[in-house]
T-cell receptor
């Protein structure tokens, strides 16, 4: 049982490039979340989904997009990378709306 | 803006002592509260949650909630060096379907 799997673990992007952070869970959870965590700070919610085909904005959605075509996958898209998006990104899932299972994170640097 | 506040620390306690971690929240609509432990460079790990006023105990951990004062705390008895980590408090509002995190308190348990 893999839980929540995030790829890649590390990435360096140039300003203006785009990329997709992948997140997959094998627990059949309806709820999935994307958070970012800046150094020494708590987690900020970017987007979340309550089920396949349904997504909604969190606290800090600007510069990001998501999709939820299946229960298992919840990719996060950065279209035009900016230095302010340098952060650690965590994907999480839950069965009851309260995040309990986190992936290992993706460390993203934009230079 | 809905906020969850924590003292960033570090909170330093000797091994075997009780560590007391505190958290306040501004959203009176918050209905459940969560404590996560995060080791440096790792993802958050859920250790306790509490819904009702009063105390909830789980092993060496006790969560305390006072909704009138909008105050949540986590007590760690018989603190061990392995408890050294950052502890994140989070408040969940069912209506908004969002978990709001505090900035975390760094705990250091000295042998």
């Amino acid at each position: 049982n893999a839980g929540v799997t995030q790829t890649p673990k590390f990435r360096i992007l140039k300003i203006g490039q785009s990329m997709t952070l992948q997140c997959t869970q094998d627990m059949n959870h309806n709820y999935m979340y994307w958070y970012r965590q800046d150094p020494g700070m708590g987690l900020k919610l970017i987007y979340y989904s309550v089920g396949a085909g349904i997504t909604d904005k969190g606290e800090v959605p600007n510069g990001y997009n998501v999709s939820r075509s299946t229960t298992e996958d919840f990719p996060l898209r950065l279209e035009l990378a900016a230095p302010s998006q340098t952060s650690v990104y965590f994907c999480a899932s839950s069965e009851d709306g309260r995040p309990q299972h986190f992936g290992d994170g993706t460390r993203l640097s934009i230079l | 803006q809905k906020e969850v506040e924590q003292n960033s620390g570090p909170l330093s306690v000797p091994e075997g002592a009780i560590a007391s971690l505190n958290c306040t929240y501004s959203d009176r609509g918050s209905q459940s509260f969560f404590w996560y432990r995060q080791y440096s460079g790792k993802s958050p790990e859920l250790i306790m949650f509490i819904y009702s006023n009063g105390d909830k105990e789980d092993g060496r951990f006790t969560a305390q909630l006072n909704k009138a004062s909008q105050y949540v705390s986590l007590l760690i008895r018989d603190s061990q060096p392995s408890d050294s980590a950052t502890y994140l408090c989070a408040a969940f509002n069912n209506a908004g379907n969002m978990l709001t995190f505090g900035g975390g308190t760094r705990l250091m348990v000295k042998p």
